[in-house]
């Protein structure tokens, strides 16, 4: 992510990798949440960065999609998805929580990987960055 952020001459603001990972430590949902707001050119700055990472990984992206639509032919790259998406969540966020485990709970979050995916799909389009900040906002 820091050299992504180099790229995008975003040094100003993430001057160092520990800057990204002190705001990592903002979301509410992790273990070791800290409770400060980020403010909207740090929020800007990692929409950016996340756009840009989506632009590396649309390869892959689109295959884990075209994998659940096609779930009966070819389940394993959607279920080895959802399996590392739930690793990572219950690594790193409180599992304590409610939403957490609405999050890993398969019968309630299958939309809402489909849904992170499609919105990660449609990052390197032209409208990719303001589509993304919408619907962050939205939430």
């Given amino acids: 992510m820091f050299v992504i952020s180099n790229k995008l001459e975003l040094q100003y603001l993430f001057p160092s990798k520990v800057s990204i990972w002190k705001l990592r430590s903002n979301n509410p949902l992790r273990k070791s949440f800290n409770s400060k ?15 840009e990472m989506a632009k590396y990984l649309y390869p892959y992206i689109r295959a884990i999609l075209s994998s659940k639509d096609n779930y009966i032919k070819n389940p394993e790259l959607w279920n080895d998805f959802q399996l590392r998406f739930i690793e990572l969540i219950e690594e790193r966020y409180n599992t304590e929580s409610i939403l957490v485990k609405n999050l890993i709970n398969l019968k309630y979050s299958q939309n809402l990987y489909k849904n992170i995916l499609l919105n990660l799909a449609l990052c390197p389009s032209d409208e990719g960055y303001n589509r993304l900040k919408l619907t962050l906002f939205n939430l």
């Fill in 37 to 51: 707001n980020i403010n909207i050119d740090q929020f800007d700055g990692l929409i950016k960065i996340t756009v």
